[in-house]
């Protein structure tokens, strides 16, 4: 584990090290057939991709092209019900994912999604995919966040959580 | 001169006969004192043998096949009435176990012991399973599915048995810190069909939990205690030990004070971190870092080594069975392993489990077949150990030996009579 985090090229087996991988952007992405193989792998043996959607638009090209890419590696991502065990494994969200600015203020695709996406590996979340552009507002200064009801970097703690005891 | 040598050449044969008249009339009076031997053995063998007045002296049996029960008992009977019984041949020696295996996915390990480098058919009701060759006398093979009566059969002997229990399983509790190593040990007992409660420490004093946190033979058949997390819970561990339970200690958890009763011996310095992946090698058990298991207690085992490091140690404490493992960041044997890393990852981590865990056995009221797990040791406690007495048809050594000497004595006795008379010319 790299408590701060560490960037490793998907088609490498150094991604093996790492089993909780966080793959974010917001240009379209095709995945090389090496890093297809690699993240099937990591998935069945165990990890979880989590995907954040930097520019939270299902119409935007990193949406389309991530849900084609998670589909075609895996099959296509469904709603994760909001009483699932990620949201509570550490931080209670009894509403569900908690929403960023972003959908608040009606950016990107105006919506404010209700559920996150995810693709079931053996009972446990293998593939989690967020259109709420969490990684923009988990770097936010704490000052930025004080208006906020909820602070939805304890949703980050909760993934990280999930992904160390499930 | 020549007449009264043909006379006494006569008088030679007349006498001849006359003793072997004597002795075979005499042998069919009485055979006390007499020994007989034979090929093999039967009822009518036996009846025969037990049918004479007085019981034969000796008796010697060459035995292709090892004689069923009631033989062995009949043996015993015939040597409990004053004849000497022996039995030569090159019997087999085997012996066949059969015991759950205590797994989430059942099975039954079956035991045999039959002379090295032999081969021994392993067979159930349906028909043959397996064929084992024993070296240093033993061999095993686990099984996942059998029928009521297993047995193992030699080139002349049939051992069998029953698969007599089941056994209980509770659930087994897994305690560490929030990482890789307790996730995927929780992943790959639970794929392997345990039931398992996890105590995950993520912050000090902040334990994710998932089921009961109550540590006793009621609810866990195992504790696997990886890391410093299982610091709070040692006494506890200890006592469940104490009281029959099966501990697995990771390395991080052996090293702990508290964890000092429970320890097979010291925690040696880990050998460096696994490089298998950076250098694009596949990471198996051999290349994990290891921390080697020093200082073993008298009373503790040594179960596996890497080189002469100590890997795997077991010791009893108590009425529970505790297994300290020097292996660390198993995870990574299942993430760059090879194509079978992940079952083999998770047989791994079953197999220590089932080792130790505590498993009360139910006795299966479909076993009530006869079984004869050693058949060879009737034979023994009946009649002794084999012999190298070679066996002789009909009657004793001794015996057969006089006669033919007095038969040859009778031949020449004839001869020189008769040639004698035909060179003299008379009739």
Known sequence: ?166 | MRIRSEQALRGIVIVVLAVMLWQSLHVQGDSGGRAVSARGIGRATLSNWSSFSKAPGRLHVQLDSVPSKIEQAWLGALAGAGSSVTWSGGLAATMIDAQPIASPTGGTKVLVAAPSGSSVVISDEVGVIDTLRPHDAGASVTLNSVTDRLSARTKNSIASTGVRDSVVLHKILVIGEAGWESKFTIAALEEEGWKVDALIRVAPGVDVTQGSAAIDTSRYSAVVALDAGASPYANRIAEFARNGGGVVLGSGAASLDAMAPLRAGAVGRSTSVSRGVQSGAVVSLATLPLAPIASLRSDATPFEKRGTAIAIAAERVGAGRVLQIGYEDTWRWRMSGGDGAVSDHRLWWTRLASSVARAPRIPRTTSTMPSDEAPMIGLVAAVGSATGVQPRSGLSGNQSDAMAWLFVLLTLGLIGEISSRRLRGAS
């Not at chain 1, 979340?125 to 988990?138: N, P, Q, R």
Request: charged residues 20%; proline residues 6%; hydrophobic residues 35%.
């Open chain 1, 1 to 166: 584990m790299a408590p701060s985090g560490a960037i490793v090229p998907l088609a490498s087996d150094a991604i093996f090290e790492y089993p909780l991988v966080y793959l974010t952007g917001h240009l379209p992405f095709r995945f090389s057939e090496t890093e297809r193989r690699n993240v099937r792998k990591l998935v069945e043996r165990g990890g979880m991709l989590f995907i954040d959607d930097h520019n939270h638009d299902i119409g935007g090209v990193f949406h389309k092209t991530a849900m084609e890419e998670i589909a075609r590696t895996f099959s296509p991502p469904n709603d994760l019900p909001n009483d699932n065990e990620i949201y509570r494994c550490f931080f209670k969200f009894s509403d569900g994912p908690p929403a960023t600015s972003h959908e608040l203020n009606g950016w990107g695709d105006n919506l404010v999604h209700k559920n996150l996406q995810a693709v079931m590996q053996g009972g446990r979340i293998g593939v989690l995919y967020s259109s709420k552009d969490y990684s923009s507002e988990w770097n936010y200064s704490p000052d930025s966040k004080r208006f906020s009801t909820v602070d939805n970097t304890r949703f980050g703690v909760n993934i990280i959580v999930y992904a160390l005891t499930r």
